[in-house]
């Protein structure tokens, strides 16, 4: 019902920044809860940031301040910005979508039905 393409990963070395982008069609902020996750090799998918239609969001206590997730809604378009990016940002990044009413301010992964295919995010000492 809801696609989600993620863009924007690479390589960067540590302290460089980087802006992930999800295309979601169609979109509709007033119906979904956007959420990043991130994934490591040999660890448990992880929440990062959650933003509602209305622009509340919320960020994984260990990553505030470093992660910022907003929205183009002309564009159709969920971002996720990491700045002074660190080796242990390296993971498979996903943008993820929940019903509106269903989602709540953490950032579980269990809430979010439609899923992306994931970019990917290496950082390099």
């Known amino acids: 019902q809801v696609q989600l393409v993620e863009s924007g990963g690479g390589s960067v070395q540590s302290g460089g920044s980087l802006r992930l982008s999800c295309a979601v069609s169609p979109y509709s902020y007033r119906s979904y809860c956007m959420g990043w996750f991130r994934q490591a090799p040999g660890k448990e998918r992880e929440g990062v940031a959650r933003?509602?239609?209305?622009?509340?969001?919320s960020y994984a206590d260990s990553l505030k301040g470093r992660f910022t997730i907003s929205q183009d809604n002309a564009k159709n378009m969920v971002y996720l910005q990491i700045n002074s990016l660190k080796p242990e940002d390296t993971a498979m990044y996903y943008c993820?979508?929940?019903?509106?009413?269903?989602?709540?301010?953490?950032?579980?992964?269990?809430?979010?039905?439609?899923w992306g295919q994931g970019t990917q995010v290496t950082v390099s000492s």
């Open positions: 933003l509602d239609g209305d622009g509340s969001t």
């Open positions: 993820a979508a929940a019903p509106r009413y269903r989602c709540s301010t953490y950032i579980r992964q269990y809430e979010y039905n439609y």
